[in-house]
């Protein structure tokens, strides 16, 4: 469909290190491997996407959330024929700078760094990771991504303006990223909706007639699943309507998108980054959905009593061992001050934990 705006690997602004191609792979087919084998890939196995693995272990953590969006960019991708190898390896990528505690581990670092002058992102911890904090190769630093990916890391979520953010001036600011890269936000708000969903389900939070209240195109689908289905359990009929809102949203995506980019008349890649929106986007009515969704969630699951009491017990934590590490770095293995400011390093060092190794590490401490 839109196989004119797909970036080519041969067209890529290439490493900062550079390095000779490979016989039988791409550029971005060896920045998915990279990824896939790098530690902090391999860590977010731990990592708590929304619910903690302590109440069961069924929950989506960060690497399945990671994987079910690669799955869905990647179909997005393959259908509007843009470049798959691309647009799986920054799916992969996207979220490997997330600390522990999902959204409350962001939050709390977000405030501790505050009063050194610096934020907390996690797209942009997740550029320190890939750049400098991954120590695999001899020949250079960090796993020497291609430039296309570096940018899609720091820009799939939000585009920023020439100097808005100084660090990141070398990403082409006031630039749209190349369409596999702006596929990826969406793709992951179509994943978490739908497991959040799930899991919410599975924790006992809400109910489908709930959802169904609230969100009129999941009430339609539920509809049918039970006419559908009418001796199926509870939870089968559930995981069947959830399948379907899935292959909605993503349809939605598909068809929004096309639209959009026919629209606008873009004919090449570079048209694409200079025009004045993204073209990724949903339908005007899978978008109203997908607002709709999240608002429920938001109201029904993130803003809950169980979670909210874990959310303020990890910010508690978090904050605890940071402020203690800030007076006592060499209690954290590894971590050289010297090398950086010490409220720098003591976030890295925070920042790609795992749930499990900051408690194992806050028990030892505390």
């Known amino acids: 469909m839109l196989a004119h705006l797909r970036f080519p690997a041969e067209s890529s602004r290439g490493?900062?290190?550079?390095?000779?191609?490979?016989?039988?792979?791409?550029?971005?087919?060896?920045?998915?491997?990279?990824?896939?084998?790098?530690?902090?890939?391999?860590?977010?196995?731990?990592?708590?996407?929304?619910?903690?693995?302590?109440?069961?272990?069924?929950?989506?953590?960060?690497l399945t959330h990671t994987i079910e969006v690669s799955q869905i960019a990647r179909t997005v991708a393959n259908v509007l024929g843009l470049n798959e190898d691309l647009t799986e390896a920054l799916a992969l990528v996207h979220d490997v700078g997330h600390p522990p505690f999902a959204h409350a581990g962001e939050e709390a670092l977000d405030a501790l760094m505050r009063p050194f002058g610096e934020r907390f992102d996690h797209n942009i911890q997740s550029l320190r990771a890939v750049d400098s904090l991954e120590q695999r190769y001899p020949r250079f630093p960090g796993l020497n991504l291609s430039f296309e990916v570096r940018e899609g890391v720091v820009k799939h979520s939000r585009d920023f303006e020439p100097g808005e953010i100084p660090a990141l001036d070398a990403y082409l600011p006031g630039l749209r990223p190349v369409l596999e890269a702006q596929l990826i936000d969406l793709a992951?708000?179509?994943?978490?909706?739908?497991?959040?969903?799930?899991?919410?389900?599975?924790?006992?939070?809400?109910?489908?007639?709930?959802?169904?209240?609230?969100?009129?195109?999941?009430?339609?689908?539920?509809?049918?699943?039970?006419?559908?289905?009418?001796g199926a359990s509870d939870r089968e009929r559930f995981q069947e309507s959830i399948r379907q809102l899935i292959d909605d949203l993503v349809s939605g995506l598909i068809e929004g998108t096309v639209s959009a980019a026919r629209k606008s008349g873009a004919g090449s890649v570079e048209e694409v980054r200079r025009y004045p929106v993204r073209l990724a986007c949903f339908s005007e009515e899978v978008?109203?959905?997908?607002?709709?969704?999240?608002?429920?969630?938001?109201?029904?699951?993130?803003?809950?009593?169980?979670?909210?009491?874990?959310?303020?017990?990890?910010?508690?934590?978090?904050?605890?061992?940071?402020?203690?590490?800030?007076?006592?770095?060499?209690?954290?293995?590894?971590?050289?001050?010297?090398?950086?400011?010490?409220?720098?390093?003591?976030?890295?060092?925070?920042?790609?934990?795992?749930?499990?190794?900051?408690?194992?590490?806050?028990?030892?401490?505390?």
């Not at 530690?39 to 708590?48: G, I, M, P, S």
């Not at 978490?192 to 969100?215: I, K, M, R």
């Not at 969704?293 to 993130?302: I, P, W």
């Not at 400011?341 to 499990?356: E, F, K, L, Q, S």
């Open 15 to 62: 490493r900062r290190y550079p390095e000779p191609e490979h016989p039988y792979r791409n550029a971005f087919q060896r920045d998915r491997d990279r990824i896939i084998h790098s530690r902090a890939f391999r860590r977010l196995e731990h990592k708590t996407q929304v619910f903690a693995p302590a109440l069961s272990d069924h929950f989506r953590n960060r």
């Open 287 to 366: 978008l109203e959905t997908s607002r709709q969704l999240k608002k429920f969630l938001f109201r029904n699951v993130y803003s809950s009593g169980e979670l909210g009491q874990e959310r303020q017990e990890s910010i508690e934590r978090l904050t605890r061992m940071f402020r203690y590490l800030m007076d006592h770095p060499e209690k954290a293995p590894g971590l050289d001050p010297e090398k950086m400011p010490r409220h720098r390093a003591v976030c890295d060092y925070i920042a790609g934990m795992t749930d499990r190794y900051f408690f194992r590490v806050y028990e030892g401490l505390f």
């Open 188 to 230: 992951d708000e179509v994943a978490y909706n739908t497991a959040d969903l799930d899991d919410s389900f599975e924790a006992g939070l809400l109910t489908p007639e709930q959802v169904a209240v609230d969100v009129p195109a999941y009430a339609e689908i539920l509809d049918t699943v039970e006419t559908q289905f009418p």
